[in-house]
């Protein structure tokens, strides 16, 4: 139910879009990670009946668990309701989603305006905590060296997007805010020339 939505949601939205694109934009929100999001929001985890080793385990909070909570509550809605109404539920919750991911992604944005201003090289410092389970990831986005973002997730995707779209934000600012900018890119000609 899901996907039909979102598929003909992501052609109605991005009508100009290549295939490429449309396939991302509709893989960004049918996923668990971003079921387990939509589950999170609604606090969909609070009103889950669940045995006393999964609830003391932390199965209110699992990933796995709220993706698969968040389908039945779209099954339900669909099967209560019809159609029209599982369809205005899934787009209430995905149209941030499909309107951050009909663009381009945050990694890719970063590159593209590295490459073009300042001609450095980015590269991702990748931490992780928490039990296997419950895994977090830390990312930090480095410009020739030096840390120019921090962002989270659940995966290093996740967590690498974020860091990202900080990195972005502050590099995108002009030059008079980060002066600092403009050498990391020439540092990184000279080395090369």
């Known amino acids: 139910m899901l996907g039909l939505i979102v598929t003909d949601e ?5 009508p100009d879009a290549g295939e490429g694109q449309l396939s ?11 079921l387990a999001e939509m589950a999170g929001e ?3 985890g609070g ?30 809605v669909f099967l209560d309701g019809g159609f029209e109404a599982a369809r205005g539920v899934v787009l209430r919750l995905v149209d941030e989603r499909l309107a951050v991911a009909g663009g381009q992604d945050d990694k890719s ?11 450095g090289q980015i590269a991702y ?15 930090v986005v480095l410009l020739n060296g030096t840390p120019f973002g921090e962002g989270a997730g659940r995966s290093k995707k996740q ?28 540092e990184s000609e000279s080395d090369h020339g």
Do not use: Y
């Open 42 to 44: 609604l606090e969909l």
């Open 47 to 76: 009103a889950l009946l669940l045995g006393k080793g999964e609830a003391s385990s932390g199965g209110r909070e699992r990933s796995s668990i709220l993706a698969d909570a968040m389908e039945a509550v779209i099954g339900a």
């Open 159 to 186: 967590a690498e997007q974020a860091a990202a779209r900080i990195a972005w934000e502050q590099i995108g600012r002009s030059n008079q805010d980060h002066p600092e900018l403009a050498s990391l890119g020439k």
């Open 10 to 14: 992501v052609f109605r939205r991005f």
């Open 125 to 139: 410092e990748i931490t992780e905590a928490g039990p296997e389970h419950d895994k977090q990831f830390r990312a």
């Open 24 to 34: 991302r934009a509709r893989a960004a929100v049918v996923c668990a990670p971003a």
């Open 109 to 119: 944005r970063l590159h593209e305006l590295v490459a073009r201003e300042h001609g």
